[in-house]
T-cell receptor
Framework: DTEVTQTPKHLVMGMTNKKSLKCEQH?????MYWYKQKAKKPPELMFV???????INESVPSRFSPECPNSSLLNLHLHALQPEDSALYLC????????????????FGQGTRLTVV | KQEVTQIPAALSVPEGENLVLNCSFT??????LQWFRQDPGKGLTSLLL?????REQTSGRLNASLDKSSGRSTLYIAASQPGDSATYLC????????????FGKGITLSVRP
Protein backbone atom coordinates (compact mmCIF):
# COMPACT_ATOMS: atom_id res chain seq x y z
CA ASP A 1 0.00 0.00 0.00
CA THR A 2 1.59 3.26 -1.16
CA GLU A 3 -1.42 5.45 -0.54
CA VAL A 4 -1.57 8.89 0.97
CA THR A 5 -5.17 9.95 1.58
CA GLN A 6 -6.23 13.58 1.69
CA THR A 7 -9.60 14.97 2.73
CA PRO A 8 -11.56 16.82 1.60
CA LYS A 9 -10.92 16.69 -2.16
CA HIS A 10 -12.46 20.11 -2.67
CA LEU A 11 -12.99 22.99 -0.23
CA VAL A 12 -14.52 26.43 -0.69
CA MET A 13 -14.11 28.79 2.23
CA GLY A 14 -14.65 32.44 3.00
CA MET A 15 -11.88 34.69 4.20
CA THR A 16 -13.23 34.65 7.77
CA ASN A 17 -13.68 30.88 7.98
CA LYS A 18 -11.58 28.35 9.84
CA LYS A 19 -11.09 24.99 8.16
CA SER A 20 -8.68 22.06 8.26
CA LEU A 21 -7.12 19.82 5.66
CA LYS A 22 -6.32 16.25 6.64
CA CYS A 23 -3.74 13.78 5.42
CA GLU A 24 -3.25 10.15 6.40
CA GLN A 25 -0.74 7.45 5.53
CA HIS A 26 -0.28 3.92 6.85
CA UNK A 27 3.05 3.09 5.27
CA UNK A 28 5.01 3.63 8.47
CA UNK A 29 6.63 6.71 6.98
CA UNK A 30 8.18 9.08 9.50
CA UNK A 31 8.42 12.18 7.31
CA MET A 32 5.34 14.07 6.12
CA TYR A 33 5.07 17.20 4.02
CA TRP A 34 2.69 19.90 2.91
CA TYR A 35 3.13 21.41 -0.55
CA LYS A 36 1.18 24.15 -2.29
CA GLN A 37 0.70 24.11 -6.04
CA LYS A 38 -0.69 26.96 -8.11
CA ALA A 39 -2.03 26.34 -11.60
CA LYS A 40 0.65 25.41 -14.14
CA LYS A 41 3.39 25.76 -11.52
CA PRO A 42 5.45 23.10 -9.73
CA PRO A 43 4.68 22.24 -6.10
CA GLU A 44 6.26 24.47 -3.48
CA LEU A 45 7.24 23.10 -0.09
CA MET A 46 5.44 24.58 2.91
CA PHE A 47 6.24 22.35 5.90
CA VAL A 48 8.15 19.20 6.77
CA UNK A 49 7.45 17.02 9.79
CA UNK A 50 10.08 14.52 10.80
CA UNK A 51 9.22 12.00 13.50
CA UNK A 52 6.16 14.12 14.37
CA UNK A 53 8.18 17.26 14.93
CA UNK A 54 8.18 20.29 12.66
CA UNK A 55 11.59 20.38 11.01
CA ILE A 56 11.10 22.82 8.13
CA ASN A 57 8.81 25.85 7.81
CA GLU A 58 9.39 27.59 4.50
CA SER A 59 8.44 31.01 5.89
CA VAL A 60 4.76 30.23 5.50
CA PRO A 61 2.30 32.87 6.80
CA SER A 62 0.81 32.12 10.20
CA ARG A 63 -2.67 31.81 8.72
CA PHE A 64 -1.48 28.29 7.81
CA SER A 65 -0.91 26.16 10.91
CA PRO A 66 0.33 22.57 10.58
CA GLU A 67 -0.21 19.85 13.14
CA CYS A 68 1.04 16.27 13.35
CA PRO A 69 -1.03 14.44 15.99
CA ASN A 70 0.71 11.11 15.39
CA SER A 71 2.98 9.39 12.91
CA SER A 72 0.12 8.62 10.50
CA LEU A 73 -1.74 11.93 10.46
CA LEU A 74 -0.96 15.42 9.29
CA ASN A 75 -3.33 18.37 9.45
CA LEU A 76 -3.20 21.85 8.01
CA HIS A 77 -5.36 24.38 9.84
CA LEU A 78 -6.51 27.35 7.81
CA HIS A 79 -7.68 30.70 9.17
CA ALA A 80 -8.25 34.12 7.62
CA LEU A 81 -7.03 33.07 4.21
CA GLN A 82 -6.81 35.33 1.19
CA PRO A 83 -8.07 34.65 -2.33
CA GLU A 84 -4.47 34.27 -3.50
CA ASP A 85 -4.18 31.24 -1.21
CA SER A 86 -6.45 29.35 -3.57
CA ALA A 87 -4.43 26.40 -4.86
CA LEU A 88 -4.01 22.64 -4.82
CA TYR A 89 -2.62 21.56 -1.45
CA LEU A 90 -0.64 18.36 -1.59
CA CYS A 91 0.42 16.12 1.24
CA UNK A 92 3.36 13.74 0.85
CA UNK A 93 5.22 11.22 2.95
CA UNK A 94 8.55 9.42 2.78
CA UNK A 95 10.15 6.67 4.81
CA UNK A 96 12.87 8.83 6.25
CA UNK A 97 14.35 12.26 6.00
CA UNK A 98 17.87 11.89 7.30
CA UNK A 99 21.01 11.31 5.30
CA UNK A 100 21.77 7.63 5.37
CA UNK A 101 18.17 6.59 5.02
CA UNK A 102 18.14 4.25 2.06
CA UNK A 103 14.72 5.19 0.85
CA UNK A 104 13.50 8.77 0.73
CA UNK A 105 11.07 8.28 -2.12
CA UNK A 106 8.16 10.69 -1.72
CA UNK A 107 4.56 9.57 -2.15
CA PHE A 108 1.89 12.19 -2.74
CA GLY A 109 -1.82 12.29 -2.09
CA GLN A 110 -4.40 13.45 -4.62
CA GLY A 111 -4.56 16.88 -3.09
CA THR A 112 -7.22 19.24 -1.78
CA ARG A 113 -8.42 21.86 -4.25
CA LEU A 114 -8.92 24.97 -2.08
CA THR A 115 -10.86 28.00 -3.24
CA VAL A 116 -10.97 31.10 -1.03
CA VAL A 117 -13.82 33.47 -1.78
CA LYS B 1 20.45 27.47 -4.75
CA GLN B 2 19.36 24.41 -6.68
CA GLU B 3 17.52 25.06 -9.94
CA VAL B 4 15.80 22.35 -11.96
CA THR B 5 14.97 22.92 -15.61
CA GLN B 6 12.74 20.92 -17.91
CA ILE B 7 12.64 21.86 -21.59
CA PRO B 8 10.45 21.97 -23.60
CA ALA B 9 7.41 22.94 -21.54
CA ALA B 10 5.12 20.98 -23.83
CA LEU B 11 5.49 18.12 -26.27
CA SER B 12 3.06 16.49 -28.71
CA VAL B 13 3.86 13.15 -30.34
CA PRO B 14 1.95 10.51 -32.32
CA GLU B 15 1.04 7.27 -30.62
CA GLY B 16 3.73 4.60 -30.72
CA GLU B 17 6.66 6.98 -30.74
CA ASN B 18 9.57 6.48 -28.36
CA LEU B 19 10.40 9.71 -26.58
CA VAL B 20 12.84 11.26 -24.16
CA LEU B 21 12.04 13.88 -21.54
CA ASN B 22 14.96 15.89 -20.23
CA CYS B 23 15.70 17.32 -16.80
CA SER B 24 18.75 19.34 -15.77
CA PHE B 25 19.86 20.60 -12.36
CA THR B 26 22.51 23.08 -11.33
CA UNK B 27 23.88 21.55 -8.10
CA UNK B 28 25.22 18.02 -8.43
CA UNK B 29 25.15 17.49 -4.65
CA UNK B 30 21.88 15.60 -4.75
CA UNK B 31 20.69 12.63 -2.70
CA UNK B 32 18.24 11.32 -5.25
CA LEU B 33 16.14 12.30 -8.26
CA GLN B 34 12.53 11.37 -8.68
CA TRP B 35 10.24 11.47 -11.71
CA PHE B 36 6.54 12.09 -11.20
CA ARG B 37 3.45 12.09 -13.36
CA GLN B 38 0.58 14.52 -12.74
CA ASP B 39 -2.80 14.38 -14.43
CA PRO B 40 -4.79 17.64 -14.59
CA GLY B 41 -6.06 18.69 -11.16
CA LYS B 42 -4.67 15.56 -9.54
CA GLY B 43 -1.83 14.69 -7.21
CA LEU B 44 1.61 13.43 -8.15
CA THR B 45 2.27 9.79 -8.93
CA SER B 46 5.81 8.60 -8.35
CA LEU B 47 7.21 6.92 -11.45
CA LEU B 48 10.87 6.27 -10.72
CA LEU B 49 13.41 7.12 -8.04
CA UNK B 50 17.12 7.14 -8.80
CA UNK B 51 19.51 7.20 -5.87
CA UNK B 52 22.63 9.30 -6.35
CA UNK B 53 24.79 6.17 -6.52
CA UNK B 54 22.68 4.70 -9.34
CA ARG B 55 22.76 5.49 -13.04
CA GLU B 56 19.34 4.28 -14.12
CA GLN B 57 16.05 2.71 -13.11
CA THR B 58 13.45 0.90 -15.17
CA SER B 59 9.76 0.27 -14.70
CA GLY B 60 7.78 -1.23 -17.56
CA ARG B 61 8.00 1.10 -20.56
CA LEU B 62 9.81 3.74 -18.54
CA ASN B 63 13.54 4.11 -18.10
CA ALA B 64 15.18 6.95 -16.21
CA SER B 65 18.86 7.74 -16.24
CA LEU B 66 20.96 10.01 -14.06
CA ASP B 67 24.31 11.68 -14.77
CA LYS B 68 25.19 13.61 -11.63
CA SER B 69 28.43 15.02 -12.99
CA SER B 70 26.68 16.73 -15.87
CA GLY B 71 23.55 17.56 -13.87
CA ARG B 72 21.18 15.70 -16.17
CA SER B 73 18.46 13.09 -16.08
CA THR B 74 16.32 11.67 -18.84
CA LEU B 75 13.02 9.81 -18.76
CA TYR B 76 12.61 7.47 -21.71
CA ILE B 77 9.08 6.36 -22.61
CA ALA B 78 8.85 3.49 -25.04
CA ALA B 79 5.95 2.99 -27.43
CA SER B 80 3.95 5.96 -26.16
CA GLN B 81 0.18 5.65 -25.70
CA PRO B 82 -2.60 8.25 -25.39
CA GLY B 83 -2.88 7.26 -21.73
CA ASP B 84 0.64 8.59 -21.20
CA SER B 85 -0.66 12.13 -21.77
CA ALA B 86 0.07 14.05 -18.57
CA THR B 87 2.58 16.46 -17.05
CA TYR B 88 5.91 14.90 -16.08
CA LEU B 89 7.92 16.53 -13.33
CA CYS B 90 11.39 15.75 -12.12
CA UNK B 91 12.49 16.64 -8.62
CA UNK B 92 15.80 16.44 -6.78
CA UNK B 93 16.48 16.19 -3.08
CA UNK B 94 19.71 17.54 -1.64
CA UNK B 95 22.34 15.90 0.51
CA UNK B 96 22.03 16.95 4.11
CA UNK B 97 19.52 16.44 6.85
CA UNK B 98 16.37 17.12 4.93
CA UNK B 99 14.66 15.82 1.84
CA UNK B 100 13.20 19.02 0.48
CA UNK B 101 12.32 18.34 -3.12
CA UNK B 102 13.12 20.97 -5.73
CA PHE B 103 10.88 20.53 -8.74
CA GLY B 104 11.21 21.44 -12.36
CA LYS B 105 8.23 23.15 -13.99
CA GLY B 106 7.28 19.97 -15.78
CA ILE B 107 6.76 18.86 -19.36
CA THR B 108 3.17 18.52 -20.55
CA LEU B 109 3.03 15.54 -22.89
CA SER B 110 0.24 14.92 -25.35
CA VAL B 111 0.18 11.60 -27.21
CA ARG B 112 -2.05 11.78 -30.28
CA PRO B 113 -4.01 8.66 -31.28
Amino acid sequence: DTEVTQTPKHLVMGMTNKKSLKCEQHMGHRAMYWYKQKAKKPPELMFVYSYEKLSINESVPSRFSPECPNSSLLNLHLHALQPEDSALYLCASSRGVFVGEVDTEAFFGQGTRLTVV
Amino acid sequence: KQEVTQIPAALSVPEGENLVLNCSFTDSAIYNLQWFRQDPGKGLTSLLLIQSSQREQTSGRLNASLDKSSGRSTLYIAASQPGDSATYLCAVSPTGANSKLTFGKGITLSVRP
